[in-house]
């Protein structure tokens, strides 16, 4: 980047001058200006240019709603805010319309002028990083079941174990939003959560990282809020956010989800690339699960899911009624090993680290090294 083409936005005549005054690095070139309104936003979605600068000598509104218009139709260029100093309620909502950087406009000519430089080319280094990652295949498994008790958070950490343990680099997301259990299953007592990381507002690839507990197989794992009431903190956009960022760090992201079908279950389940259902040989769990089929059809998610009988044998409901109750073959059939799964959660210890010569065990691994394969 020789220059840095900036389009100006401010509301008055007077500001876009002063604005432009301020700009007196020959670097920065101003390629054109408009109101932060409707025939602004026409005028900007189709001009050429690396920066949005949105400038105001009052305490911005119009403009913050002007560049998150912005943020979602033109993801090649930085909005940056030039701004008087904002209190840190506006200075989050900025955040969350896609402003990359806020710059005082009391600040001195040659200190706004190396902020914006400085800020175009950091963006411009992460879009390029992140197209040039783009094609890095990695794969996202949501583990389902609109029914507790059958498995799901069994298969979801023993499936990330075995991954991890063929060498491949795991990050295990537990959005049971109220109440998960993935730090239970691998004796993780408590440390930062979902909920703490998303109210950061930042979405970054570092900042995620730094709320992953490295378990001592190799998993990273994000834990689910400390207490049901912190899950309301969790939207969509935070689910599609984390999961797409981890998608450029990881080999395989393991998403151990809640019950319910609520916003940031279906995020999960249109970013996954693989969705198991996990099922019982029970006509309660069968018949939940025969719903929730009907609800990822009209998702246009059905492409994506799989089935999985865990406690194969307890009763006698068989893998082929299961087969023809929800015509799909089950991907992999889970033997009821009640001892080894009882160890395992008991002391919180992955049932292929506890018990990795028992029938579930085995199965779950050669489930695992299929996917690697089929990669």
Known sequence: MDSVRIMLAAHSADDRKLISSLLTDEALRVVSSFRPDADGLRKASSQPADVLLVGTRAQPTQELDFAERMF??????????????????????????????????????????????????RDLNRRNTTQKIASYDSKIVACYSPKGGVGKTTLAVNLAYALATMNKKVALIDLSLQFGEVGVFLDIAKGDTIADMVEEHSFELSTIKSYLIRHQSGI?????????????LIQSTHINAILSTLRTEFDYVVVDMGVTFGDCAIAAMETADTILLVVNEDIASLHDAKRSIKVMEALNQQDKLRIVVNKDGISTITVKNVANLLEATPVLVIPFDLKAAMLAVNRGIPMLSCAPN????????????????RM
């Open 72 to 121: 979602t139709t033109r993801s090649d260029i930085t909005i940056i805010l030039l701004a008087p100093a904002l209190d840190s309620r506006t200075l989050a909502r900025a955040m969350e319309c896609g402003i990359a950087r806020v710059i005082d406009i009391s600040s001195s000519e040659h200190d706004i002028c190396s902020h914006i430089t400085a800020t175009a080319h």
């Open 358 to 373: 028992s029938k579930a065990s085995k199965e779950i691994r050669a489930f695992a090294q299929a996917m690697i394969r």
């Open 220 to 232: 990273q794992v994000m834990l689910s809020s400390s207490s049901p009431e912190y899950a309301e």
